[in-house]
């Protein structure tokens, strides 16, 4: 079996602007590249230390009957996340349940998964 490196996946099958390069006929290494990605960031976020938290606090998500998610749901919601942050070229972040998937720029190669406690904005235009 033939080892490749993240940068090899990353060059051969994502595109300029940070998504997977959409090749009709390689569509099997798109959704590697993206299953890739995935794995990289799993194997780098600590769920279980997420799940402990969620505990703590008794937060629930209504897509799990209003419980506490499980880290198997988690890691669901937060795969479907970086494919449709991935899949959007406009898009630079996505937040949902806690979570924030985001990149620096629409040509980022770079994710960066986050989970958000508390958060404020200063934004003035709202």
Known sequence: MEIVSHDEVVNK???????????????????YAIEFLIEKLFSEFDFQKVNKAMTALNW???TCD?????????KEKVAQMIK????????????SGGYLVSRD???????TLEFILCYADSDETE
Do not use: C
């Not at 595109?15 to 959409?22: A, C, N």
């Not at 209003?66 to 988690?74: F, K, L, R, S």
């Not at 720029?105 to 994710?111: A, I, P, Q, T, V």
């Open 13 to 31: 099958y994502i595109g300029e602007k940070g998504t997977p390069k959409r090749d009709a006929f390689d569509k099997e290494a798109s959704d």
């Open 60 to 62: 629930t998500w209504a």
């Open 66 to 74: 209003n419980q506490v998610p499980t880290i198997p749901h988690m």
């Open 84 to 95: 449709d942050l991935l899949s959007d070229v406009q898009a630079l972040s996505i937040r």
């Open 105 to 111: 720029n629409k040509e980022s190669k770079e994710l």
